[in-house]
């Protein structure tokens, strides 16, 4: 009987690939290594930015608390808070400051009142818009306005006083007009009791705070 031979196929082989070249190793930039005198400027700025914020924190809290005291009738406490306001970093809360600051050293002193000047005439109907006495608080304003067309803490008190009065026309023109001079008044005025009242009753109002402010601390 014939014995068949079997044939062994060996496996072909898998083709050896060719190593990749290596791969150029990029070097990357040598970061900038700043000297002692930039690390110290930058310190001193990043400390004078801080103490910055700082103080103007304070200076809010200061004129929070102040017109919290002044609308309590509390004049000397009300006088030493919107005093210390007025030294802060905002110029446009340490105007209103100084001004509020004159009345209550007024009623803690009892001096006469003696209407001559923008300033004057503008303290004396902030007195009369707290006690409520509303006609007189806007002729004495409008007459403060007269002397100073761009005071804008003077268009921000004759707002208010427009408001409570009734004349809602009236209050948003003169709110637009302090907020077009200075644009923080609408940050002021969010934040008072009154004319967030206020914006409850008059649609104007209300659209003028809830806008973007213009400006930033």
């Not at 003077?154 to 948003?172: E, H, M, N, P, W």
């Amino acid at each position: 009987m014939a014995t068949t031979k079997k044939t062994i196929v060996a496996p072909a082989r898998k083709p050896v690939k060719a190593p990749t070249p290596a791969r150029a190793v990029q070097a990357k930039p040598a970061v900038p290594v700043k000297s002692a005198a930039e690390i110290k400027a930058a310190a001193v700025l990043e400390a004078a930015a801080t103490q910055a914020r700082a103080a103007l924190q304070t200076q809010m809290k200061q004129w929070e608390e102040a017109v919290r005291l002044f609308s309590q009738k509390k004049f000397g406490p009300a006088h030493t808070r919107f005093t210390e306001a007025s030294a802060g970093p905002a110029a446009h809360i340490a105007d209103k400051a100084r001004s509020y600051a004159q009345i209550c050293a007024r009623k803690t002193n009892g001096a006469a009142v003696d209407l001559q000047t923008s300033d004057d005439h503008f303290n004396y109907g902030v007195e009369r818009l707290n006690a409520r006495d509303m006609d007189a608080a806007r002729h004495h304003l409008d007459r403060a306005l007269a002397m100073e067309p761009n005071g804008e803490h003077i268009l921000f008190t004759l707002a208010l006083c427009c408001g409570l009065a009734g004349d809602g026309a009236a209050a948003c023109e003169n709110l637009k007009r302090a907020i077009a001079l200075e644009p923080r008044n609408r940050i002021l005025a969010r934040q008072d009791p009154e004319f967030l009242a206020l914006a409850q009753q008059i649609p104007g109002l209300r659209a003028l705070l809830s806008a973007e402010a213009a400006d930033h601390y």
